[in-house]
């Protein structure tokens, strides 16, 4: 606004670049989409201004009648789109619902299992820079070096020798479904909680995409913004406890970990979860789940492999392991084209997670602004011709990323996010 411009040109500018990239390139990390309008209008409410410490109806503020009724708005239209009879969501962020679920219903010191991060888990599951990593005893499991998928018999075998506390589901580049019920039934055997960290595929779970870990999991948590497309944000669900356990999640959320909730963020991921309960939010996620499965096939008949050898969610993972390249050059390239996606580990990578062998794509963000199978086809046909040129290097690179870069404008300028 001409306002903002007058007071702070700089940030004026930033926020104008970044609107502008959003528009004008291909978005292909798997943890991003676009919130809706009315999603970004109520975040941008006077709700920001109430401090409202405590639950609704038990604050510690004097105020809260009308902030009251967005976070049981929030909290019924969750529960009704998981089936679920619990729901927290005040957690800033995906990172602080998992935080709470460590409170809860764990010590510091306990033995917990954890998905890899190196093979698609989350820092939150354990990584050693990691709050979960340095205050647990963490024993990561992961996958078959020779199918790229979890290896259940091993996760078994691990656990029934260091026997976790806790078992850990869920995931941040898996291409593939988990199975729950397998899960559970080793957290059984070795009498440990299982949680569930929904964060990436939540969008295709509450429309039927994807296998729903809350009949499952002791508890489940999730980001808002990924597949689900709300606003930044987490919450924490569970389904057929007792009023004690939660209770030790609320306690957990606050005053465990947080103090005053995000009110217009809550207000907003009610928005989102009302979106997210019409069939147009279903027909969206079936979209995210084909788009993918399109841009995978394109990719293999072009001679590039697939983690685990394709896709049955919203994301995939480029194998450049056998490639002159890195997956830190990969990413590059592609973002010169204007194709934003991220490097990423692959199975026994030999380079570090700051360099890597792969590039981890999804299909969210693209899908919401109305790309189908024929517009997917043709970015994965784009993404392949700036990976072969890399591989050839010099200036055929350069011809191949102007070329590329000038089709993807064009696409998205077809497509417009919110213009
Ligand atoms: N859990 C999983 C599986 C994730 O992939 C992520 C983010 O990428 C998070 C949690 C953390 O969410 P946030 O970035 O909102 O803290």
């Not at 957690?91 to 093979?119: E, I, K, R, S, W």
């Not at 957990?252 to 991921?269: D, R, S, T, W």
């Not at 084209?337 to 991220?342: Q, S």
Request: with cysteine; net charge negative; aromatic share 8%.
């Amino acid at each position: 606004s001409l306002a903002l411009m007058d007071f702070d040109p700089e940030l004026s500018q930033a926020l104008q670049n970044e609107e502008r990239r959003q528009e004008d390139h291909v978005e292909l990390i798997a943890s991003e989409n676009y919130a809706s309008p009315l999603v970004m209008a109520v975040q941008n409410s006077v709700f920001t201004n109430k401090y409202a410490e405590g639950y609704p109806g038990k604050r510690y503020y004097s105020g809260c009648d009308n902030v009251d009724v967005a976070e049981r708005l929030a909290i019924e239209r969750v529960k009704a789109l998981f089936d679920c009879d619990y729901a927290n969501v005040q957690p800033h962020a995906g990172a602080q619902a998992n935080a709470a679920v460590f409170l809860a219903l764990t010590n510091p010191g306990d033995t917990v299992m954890g998905m890899n991060l190196a093979q698609g888990g989350h820092l939150t599951h354990g990584n050693p820079s990691n709050f979960s990593g340095r205050h647990y005893k963490i024993v990561p499991y992961g996958l078959d070096p020779e199918t790229g998928l979890i290896d259940y018999d091993e996760m078994e075998r691990i656990a029934l020798e260091t026997r976790p506390k806790m078992l850990i589901g869920g995931f941040s580049a898996y291409s593939r479904h988990k199975d729950w019920a397998r899960m559970r039934t080793i957290a059984d055997k070795v009498g440990a909680v299982f949680w569930v960290d929904m964060a990436h595929v939540a969008g295709l779970v509450a429309a039927g995409e994807y296998p729903d870990p809350l009949p499952h999991a002791h508890v489940v948590t999730s980001t808002t913004h990924k597949t689900l497309r709300g606003p930044r944000g987490g919450i924490i669900l569970a389904k057929g406890q007792d009023e004690d356990f939660y209770k030790k999640l609320n306690s957990a959320v606050f005053p465990g970990i947080q103090g005053g909730p995000l009110m217009h963020v809550i207000a907003a991921k009610a928005i989102a979860f009302k979106e997210a309960l019409r069939p147009e939010f279903k027909t969206y996620q079936h979209q995210v789940v084909t788009n993918a499965r399109a841009m995978a096939a394109t990719l293999q008949q072009r001679g590039y492999k697939i983690v685990s050898g394709g896709t049955d969610n919203h994301l995939m993972l480029i194998d450049l392991s056998a490639k002159p390249y890195t997956g830190k050059d990969a990413d590059a390239a592609l973002s010169d084209a204007y194709i934003t996606t991220n490097k990423n580990s692959v199975p026994n990578d030999p380079r570090s997670p700051f360099v890597t062998s792969g590039v981890r794509i999804g299909t969210p963000a693209v899908t919401t602004r109305g790309f189908g199978v024929a517009e997917c086809e043709q970015l994965a046909g784009w993404v392949c011709d700036v990976l072969d040129a890399l591989e050839t290097g010099g200036s055929t690179l350069t011809t191949v990323r102007d070329r590329v870069r000038e089709l993807v404008v064009g696409l998205c300028q077809r497509h417009p996010v919110y213009r």
